[in-house]
């Protein structure tokens, strides 16, 4: 277990200063406060697990210190302590929220035994919050698919940087690209994975919400507010935030983020104290924020905070040679869970998959595979299983032959014939394909907008294939 922080809130010159130095010789991290007001202050600033609070103090009573303390961190471990050990006194710390209480004069061997009580407590707390992290499967790198260079770089990158304690970092890229996978992988590679991670969808929640989801509020900070609130930051205390459709976010909400980002504290709604906050942020969107900033609808000095370490998630039409293995673990992830046993791939499949656009990436892949594993019969994966768009997304010409060795083909929207010379070992339509948008490039002198016209298909689609083909 790492070092625990220990406070001791006491005025008594004398136990206050042999409580620290025994403390201290033990192990602990210790600091010490000779009133409510400065141990409250103490608090904050360092975080103890453990608070020593003494009853009778000069200005704020230890009860409504106790009170204090347990607003501002429901999980603090409170030790009471009272010479005037009434019965009463120790049953209302208890209500107020203490864990232990001890009478005056106290022997070190009872605060030993007291300690050794709270300790096994925290760590069977850790432990529960392990076996919880277990149970949802947790996202790792090793989750993360992709082996083309360029994708297998950002991975390396992320990996470097999730080592780094708190530096913010910013995902962009399409959606379905995997950015939240990335935050998770990030997050639990981190040192803060026993930490939360909390999620904050800046989309989906109304204006007046997101305030007070993120920074919480006092009781009666607005009618509706009948209790004290956390927010999200504070909750997510020590782990991570992950602020997901971060474009979609108001001014009055970026500026806020901003005193976040620059000093690491909150404050509720209608509350006066500054909370310190120890968390990584990590913001995500598939908007271009630079251009947000450009058209001053996101502030630019926010988006500097943010972007101190950006990743940009590549678009599945940049990585197409990831697109076999990630079909196959798609296919192996539901094969397992809908009990089915597709072993093989059609290579035309492969060739369609390959040869689609993918504007919902990865995810539009998996829900794909996840269709056609439900749909297949056999134990081979075939076109007919994929949908409509996939299968007729080519502008694959018509064929008609006119010897065997020969074959005249004409693109449907032009009659221009071109010729197709097939080789002995046969030949695919990928083969085809690339044959025709070959002779076509030639014959309008690598005219990328006059080829296109030829073919009968889109700029967008041609440059796509040029690429693919490497032609
Ligand atoms: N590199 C990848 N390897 C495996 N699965 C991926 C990968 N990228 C995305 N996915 C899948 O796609 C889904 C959507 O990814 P997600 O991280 O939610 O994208 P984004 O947040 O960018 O919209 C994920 O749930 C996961 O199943
Ligand atoms: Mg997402």
């Known amino acids: ?91 209302n710390a208890m209500k107020a929220g203490a864990t232990e209480y001890i009478n005056k004069p106290f022997a070190f061997e009872e605060i030993e035994v007291i300690l050794d009580n709270i300790k096994n407590k925290i760590s069977i707390i850790k432990e529960i919050q392990l076996l919880r992290r277990q149970q949802k499967d947790i996202i790792t790198f090793d989750h993360i698919i992709g082996e083309t260079p360029l994708f297998k770089q950002i991975i390396q990158l992320s990996k470097k940087i999730a080592k780094t304690k708190s530096t913010t970092i910013l995902l962009l890229g399409e959606s379905g690209t995997g950015k939240d996978m990335f935050a998770h992988a990030i997050h639990n590679e981190s040192t803060r994975n026993e930490k939360p991670f909390v999620t904050i969808n800046c989309s989906s929640l109304p204006e ?25 930051f504070e909750i997510a205390e020590g782990g991570t935030v992950f602020l997901d459709e971060i474009g979609e976010i108001n001014q009055a909400t970026q500026i806020k983020l901003l005193g976040i980002l620059e000093n690491r504290i909150v404050r ?8 310190p ?13 630079k251009k947000a900033v450009d058209e001053k609808s996101f502030r630019e000095d926010l988006y500097y905070r943010l972007k101190v370490f950006q990743i940009t998630l590549p678009s599945l039409r940049e990585r197409i040679q990831d697109i076999p293995i990630l079909t196959e673990y798609f296919i192996k992830y539901y094969n397992h869970q809908f009990q089915k046993n597709i072993t093989k791939l059609n290579d035309s499949v492969v060739r369609l998959l390959m040869q689609y656009a993918w504007p919902g990436n990865v995810r ?33 010409p018509k064929v008609s032959t006119h010897s065997a060795d020969n074959v005249f083909i004409a693109s449907e929207k032009s009659d221009l014939p071109f010729e197709i010379n097939i080789p002995a070992s046969g030949f695919s339509l990928y083969d085809i394909e690339k044959q025709i948008i070959k002779q076509a490039l030639q014959k309008t002198d690598n005219n990328q907008t006059q080829t296109s016209k030829l073919l009968g298909i889109s700029r967008d689609t041609l440059r796509y294939k040029v690429k693919k083909y490497r032609l």
């Open 208 to 232: 007046t919400l997101l305030e007070s989801e993120l920074f919480g509020h006092e009781k009666g900070a607005f009618t509706d507010a009948k209790h004290l609130k956390k927010g999200l």
């Open 364 to 396: 539009e892949l998996r829900n794909v595979i996840e269709r056609a594993v439900i749909l297949e019969t056999m134990n081979t994966l075939h076109a007919d299983s994929l949908p409509g768009e996939i299968v007729s997304n080519h502008e694959i």
């Open 1 to 91: 277990m790492k070092q625990l922080k220990i406070l001791i809130i006491e005025d008594e010159k004398l136990i206050r200063w042999s409580l620290e130095k025994h403390l201290t010789s033990k192990g602990y991290v210790v600091f010490s406060a000779e009133s409510g007001e400065e141990g409250i202050k103490l608090f904050e600033l360092n975080r103890p697990e453990i608070v020593f609070v003494d009853n009778k103090l000069p200005g704020l009573q230890g009860l409504d210190v106790i009170l204090k303390l347990k607003s501002l961190d429901n999980e603090s471990i409170i030790v009471f302590m009272t010479a005037y050990g009434s019965i009463e006194t120790a049953v």
């Open 268 to 275: 509720r709604l209608g509350g006066t104290v500054n909370i």
């Open 277 to 289: 906050v120890d968390i990584r942020i990590i913001a995500a969107t598939n908007r271009d924020l």
